[in-house]
């Protein structure tokens, strides 16, 4: 599923999910904020953006915490 979401996504394809290919879906202030607290979550190798293992580990992490 990461790998589907990323290349969905990825507007300019280099790999990782920046905060403006997020934003993109969900436009709002609060949402932007909230996409800057996931990014800062799951970056871990900060690069400022989201690769496919952080968006895989995201989502798990996620979705576990709505279940």
Do not use: F, H, W
């Not at 920046?18 to 900060?46: F, G, H, R, V, W």
């Amino acid at each position: 599923m990461a790998e589907y979401v990323l290349k969905r996504l990825d507007k300019n394809k280099d790999g990782k999910l920046t905060l403006d290919e997020m934003e993109s879906i969900l436009p709002n202030a609060q949402t932007k904020q909230q996409m800057i607290e996931l990014i800062a979550k799951y970056d871990l190798n900060k690069d400022n953006g989201i690769d496919v293992q952080e968006l895989r580990t995201m989502l798990e992490s996620e979705k576990c915490s709505s279940d």
